[in-house]
């Protein structure tokens, strides 16, 4: 079985990114701790992160006969009607990962454009929301 693992914009620079809400683990540390998850459950991971709208909507297009897709979209979470249609138009299951909690925050974090066409949301449990998300489809 595989699963896609998709990183939105500025989840890049986590570890040095705003570090009081997104913490000091860097993407680079997330995609080790995944792939110990994979290897104990034999599964593969296919781990991605884009900075662009239309690699994240290509990679949901190239998801769709994979077991299961994590995302967190960053910003574009709130906005992207294009993500949102890219994972209606697939049949594969989606879990939505946000590292810090979106709704203790700024009201503009308070909606989610991508939930509705979700299994579920992981908020606010830092980096470990990855792995919870993963460990949902296992
Ligand atoms: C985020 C929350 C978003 O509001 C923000 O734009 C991000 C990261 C999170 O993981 O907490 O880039 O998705």
Do not use: C
């Amino acid at each position: 079985k595989t699963f896609y693992v998709l990183n939105g914009p500025n989840l890049n620079r986590l570890g040095k990114r705003e570090p009081g809400i997104y913490g000091r683990e860097t993407l680079e540390t997330v995609e080790l701790r995944l792939a110990e998850v994979a290897n104990e459950n034999e599964i593969s991971i296919v781990f991605r992160q884009s900075n662009h709208e239309g690699d994240l909507i290509d990679w949901i297009h190239e998801a769709e006969d994979a077991a299961g897709i994590v995302i967190n979209p960053g910003a574009f979470t709130h906005y992207s009607y294009a993500i949102r249609d890219a994972i209606a138009s697939v049949s594969v299951q989606v879990v939505e990962v946000h590292i810090s909690n979106v709704h203790s925050r700024e009201p503009f974090r308070h909606t989610s454009v991508i939930s509705p066409v979700t299994k579920g949301q992981i908020v606010g449990f830092g980096t470990q929301g990855y792995e919870l998300a993963l460990r949902s489809f296992l």
